[in-house]
C-alpha cells in the first residue's frame, strides 16, 4: 500500500510537535499525522520507543486545547437547534459518549500492542488487525481496507475542516469591511448598524484563494509550526474574550424553547460532533506519555473540561442572543473596535490553521500520485496538487455558503464515523474469541446505531436546508447587532 506508506514515512518526529501545539480541529491532523509516523518509526525500530515522553499535565493541556476551533464557535446555534435544556443534556451525553469510544479506541491498540508485540499502533493499524481478528473470512481478507477506510474518512474530515475555515474566513472578513464606518470605541452602546454593502460573500472566498494557494506550497513542517504557535495564540485571546462577553448581560431565557423542533435536531448533532471528533489524537498522545498507565485517566479528566467548556459557551451563548443567534458567535459580537479585533484575530488564527489542516490529506494523496510520475516532474505534481486540493475546497465552500450548513455536513459525514461509529464495532470485533458479554455487545451495537442514524438524519437535513436555502446568502451578514 504506497499511500500508507509513504503517508507514514513522510512524518518525523516534528510531526507531534506541529500538531500537539497545532489548533482546534488539527486534532483530527494528528490522527493521520503523527500516529502514522508514531507507528511505523516504532515498530521497526524498538530503540525509538518514547524517546522523550510528556508529563501527565502536558498531555492535559494538548488534549483541551487539540478541541478549541471553530466548531466551539458554532455551538451556541447548535444549542438553538436542540433547545436550551436539551442542547446541553444532548452535549453533555454526547461527551460522555465520545470520551468511552476514545477509551475504547485505546482499550484494542493496547490489545493488539500486546498481542502482535508493537509498541505503537494507529486508528488505522488497530481497525485493520480488528477485521483479521474477525470471525468472518471475508472481512480478514480485506482487512487492509479498514486502514484504508480510516485514511478516506480523515480526508474527508480535513477537507471539510478546509471548507469550513474558509466560510468562516469570509463571513467574518465581510462583516469587519462592512461594518468599518460605524465601528466605535465603546461596547455598551445598544443599537443596530446597517452594514455598507460590498461584494458578495463568496467572492471574499475567492480573495482568500491566492493567499491560501502560497499558504499551502509550504511543505517544511518546521516552517508551519510557526503558523501552528500563531493561530493557538490568536484563537486563545479571541475566545476568552468571547468569554467574557457573553457572560454579561443575559436577558430572561423564559422565552427560550426547552426541546427545539425534531427537525432541526439532527443539525444539532452534526455540529456538536464536528466539536468533540477528537479521537485521532488520543493515541499518538498516549504513545508519547512518560506514564502511559496514567492516560486514561488523563483522557477522562480532559473530556470533561472540554464537555463542560462547550455546555457552557453552547448555552450561555443562546441564551445571552437567542434566536439572533449566528452560525459562528463572533458575528454576533458588537460592533466596537475591541470586538472586530476578535474576529481580525481568528481570521488570522484561521488562515494559518489551514496550512496545518491542509497538510495530512495533501500527505495521503500526494504520494500516491507522485509514485506514478517520472521523477523529474514529481515535484511539478506535487505542486499541481496542492493547488488543486485547495481550489477544491475554495469551490466546496462556494457552493455551500453557510457556515453551519458545512459543519453539520463535515460533523454528520465524516467525524460521526471516526467518533461513534467504528470504534463500538472494534471493540466487539477485537474482544468476540475472547469471550465478550451480550450486555457489551448490545451496548457497542446501540452507540454505533445511534451514530449512524445521526450520521444518516444529519446528513439528510443539512442537504435539505441547503437545497431549500438554494444559492441565498447566510442571513448573518445583512446586519451587526449591538448587544
Known sequence: MPVVKNFRGSQGAAALKLDLMSSPQSTKE????????????????????????????????????????????????AVKNAGILMGPLSLLAMGFIACHCMHLLVMCARHFCHRLNKPFMDYGDTVMHGLEASPSLWLQNHAHWGRRVVSFFLVVTQLGFCCVYIVFLADNLKQVIEAVNGTTTSCYYNGTVTLTPTMDSRLYMLASLPFLALLVLIRNLRVLTIFSMLANISMLVSLVIIAQHIAQGIPDPRQLPLVASWKTYPLFFGTAIFSFESIGVVLPLENKMKDAR??????SLGMSIITTLYIGIGALGYLRFG???????????????????????????????????????????????????????????????RLAMVCLTCVLAILIPRLD?????????????????????????????????????AKDALISILGFVGFVAGTYQALDELIESGDALPLSNSTVFIQ
Not at 53 to 70: A, D, E, S, W, Y
Not at 294 to 299: G, N, S, T, W
Not at 343 to 369: D, H, M, N, R, S
Not at 426 to 440: C, R
Open 30 to 77: 494528528l490522527q493521520g499525522k503523527d500516529s502514522s509516523f508514531s507507528e511505523g518509526s516504532s515498530s521497526e525500530s524498538s530503540g525509538l520507543e518514547k524517546p522523550r515522553g510528556i508529563t501527565g499535565f502536558q498531555t492535559l493541556v494538548h488534549l483541551v486545547k487539540g478541541n478549541m476551533g471553530t466548531g466551539i464557535l458554532g455551538l451556541p446555534l
Open 294 to 299: 496514567r492516560f486514561p485517566a488523563i483522557l
Open 323 to 385: 434566536d439572533d443567534v449566528k452560525a459562528s458567535i463572533t458575528l454576533n459580537l458588537p460592533n466596537c473596535w475591541l470586538y472586530q479585533a476578535v474576529k481580525l484575530l481568528y481570521i488570522l488564527g484561521i488562515l494559518c490553521t489551514y496550512a496545518l489542516q491542509f497538510y495530512v490529506p495533501a500527505e495521503i494523496i500526494i504520494p500516491c500520485a507522485t509514485a506514478r510520475v517520472a521523477k523529474r516532474w514529481a515535484l511539478l505534481a506535487d505542486l499541481c496538487i
Open 405 to 441: 450548513l458545512v459543519l453539520s455536513l463535515v460533523g454528520s459525514v465524516s467525524s460521526s464515523a471516526l467518533a461513534l461509529i467504528i470504534p463500538p464495532l472494534l471493540e466487539i470485533l477485537t474482544y468476540h474469541s475472547e469471550g465478550i458479554s451480550s450486555l457489551t455487545i
